[in-house]
């Protein structure tokens, strides 16, 4: 086990999305653990200023951890971080509310340091259909100049909560490709969140990018999925758009309050409680699989694919390297 850790330690390691209440100790398991880098939500259904205020609580955390953590607004902030032994951390907006139809204030984030921003959040917005909407309606023209813009600036596209409809308009439109950050196929469980064929098929034809989920909803059999199984997951996805687009993008939601649960799913678009895929209507936050609770168990899937079969220089393109070479085609340094 240890000469797993020290080899991931000297690797490039990315999660493409962790939503986690922040704290020495997880900065500490991720840092410990050879974590690069790692995506993080900033934002829900905030408004602009309430969103604006989330940099600066950002900016206070990698004040306050600066011994073991960073941010990064390129791939070579990335780099410089692996160098110096930090965890960079990436920011990402898991809405466009933020913006509030002004597209001029995309700039403005990008200057705080958003590098992700979805085009929805499960619901239609003015730029396009989110996967819970009966029908999705693509992306509008708003939504249109909204990637154009997204693609000038250096932001990812992502489209981790949107419609089928939104999702092959959006490949289309962007000219840099785009990713579903975190997400599964629909082939390995039959989730309103997860993509069908057709989309990851598309996805790849434009080099896009899916960042693989560990949210215990996205995943067959819920927090009791098996590792096994995960991995036949990944080999199937493998053989059916190849293996330098996909990912990992865990959806992690460490160290929150069932309430935030609540804040999630229903922000204040509704007054009646919104459950989500959650079939027992429960308002907790769903079971881990235990062979991923927390960060640093990334070891225990970087194991379990390379004795299943794949490549360990696949293994390794999955871990990370694939993520930085998608952000390179992306990020403007």
């Not at 991931?8 to 704290?23: E, M, P, S, T, V």
């Not at 699989?289 to 990334?298: A, H, T, V």
């Not at 293994?315 to 694939?322: A, E, S």
């Amino acid at each position: 086990m240890n000469r797993m850790k020290n080899l991931l330690k000297d690797q490039i390691i990315i999660d493409g999305l962790q939503y986690c209440n922040w704290n020495r100790e997880l900065f500490e398991d991720v840092w410990t653990a050879g974590f690069t880098a790692i995506h993080v939500t900033l934002v829900y259904w905030e408004n602009t200023e309430e969103s604006f205020k989330k940099f600066d609580e950002w900016g206070k955390r990698i004040k306050d951890n600066q011994d073991i953590i960073s941010h990064a607004k390129g791939v070579n902030d990335i780099l410089t971080a692996k160098k110096n032994n930090k965890v960079a951390f990436i920011f990402g907006f898991q809405n466009s509310a933020p913006i509030n139809n002004d597209i001029f204030l995309i700039e403005k984030f990008y200057t705080r340091g958003l590098r992700f921003m979805q085009l929805t959040y499960n619901n239609q917005t003015a730029l396009g259909g989110g996967c819970y909407e009966q029908n999705d309606s693509g992306v509008s023209r708003f939504g249109k100049n909204v990637i154009e813009e997204m693609n000038r600036l250096g932001i990812v596209v992502d489209l981790s909560h949107a419609g089928k409809k939104t999702c092959l308009d959006a490949i289309k439109f962007s000219s840099k490709p785009v990713a579903i950050s975190h997400a599964n196929p629909l082939f390995f469980h039959n989730s309103i969140r997860n993509i069908d064929n057709e989309v990851l098929k598309e996805l790849s034809k434009k080099n896009g990018f899916i960042g693989l989920s560990l949210y215990p909803l996205h995943l067959k059999d819920h927090g009791d999925c098996r590792l096994e199984d995960y991995c036949m997951m990944i080999h199937q996805l493998i053989n059916m758009i190849g293996d330098d687009c996909i990912g990992i993008g865990s959806d992690l939601c460490k160290n929150w309050k069932d309430e935030v649960l609540l804040w999630m799913r229903n922000g204040k678009w509704t007054k009646k409680l919104d459950y989500g895929e959650s079939t027992v209507k429960s308002l907790k936050w769903p079971e881990q699989p235990k062979w991923f609770e927390k960060g640093s168990d990334i070891i225990n899937l970087y194991e379990a694919l390379i004795k299943s079969g794949i490549k360990e220089k696949t293994v390794i393109n999955i871990m990370g390297l694939n993520w930085l070479n998608f952000m390179k085609n992306n990020f403007s340094e």
